[in-house]
């Protein structure tokens, strides 16, 4: 899905719900210009942004990113998963799993980045977070502690807390499960 897609889709909620550019942007904690750019497609947000308009809005990350949210079970191939990565502005990729489940208790992503195009920055979002290295080195800042990760390596945590990712090799693929 691309960003003009993704903004769309978030005006679309906004507006059934009845609400304002700058009350979705305010309960955000960013500005009405930024949410504009987002809705409009000029910016393509990154997942920490979408968890504050998905909790925002009431909804899951992954109805955000979809159309097709009404589905009992969700199959995702591996070739889906490799043509619909989302680019976001942050440099990193990532794949909302299962996202025909509108009303699931976790969301699974596929989180890919590449240490030249990464950027380093902070995020603090509601809910409980899972990483898994599938493959690469990297580091995950929770507040002022640092874990260097390793394929096989697993890190949960509070969400609520600050945290950045900062790749160490080529290329680093995470499975990511936030609830």
Request: charge should be negative; glycine fraction near 6%; aromatic fraction near 8%.
């Amino acid at each position: 899905m691309d960003a003009i897609t993704i903004g769309l889709h978030i005006k679309k909620i906004r507006l059934q719900q009845k609400r304002t550019q700058q009350e979705l942007a305010d309960f955000c904690g960013f500005t009405k210009s930024h949410l504009s750019k987002i809705e409009s497609g000029k910016v393509m947000p990154s997942i920490g942004v979408l968890a504050k308009i998905a909790e925002a809005l009431q909804k899951k990350i992954s109805f955000l990113l979809d159309e097709e949210n009404h589905k009992d079970i969700t199959y995702d191939s591996k070739v889906e998963i490799q043509t619909k990565m989302i680019k976001t502005s942050k440099g990193y990729s990532i794949y909302p799993f299962a996202s025909a489940q509108e009303d699931k208790i976790m969301q699974p992503f596929l989180f890919e980045t590449h240490k030249e195009d990464h950027k380093i920055h902070s995020t603090i979002h509601e809910g409980e977070e899972f990483f898994y290295i599938l493959e690469g080195e990297m580091i995950l800042k929770i507040g002022t502690e640092e874990y260097h990760l390793c394929e096989g390596d697993g890190l949960y945590f509070d969400a609520r807390l600050e945290h950045e990712t900062r790749p160490l090799t080529e290329t680093v693929r995470v499975l990511d499960i936030i609830s």
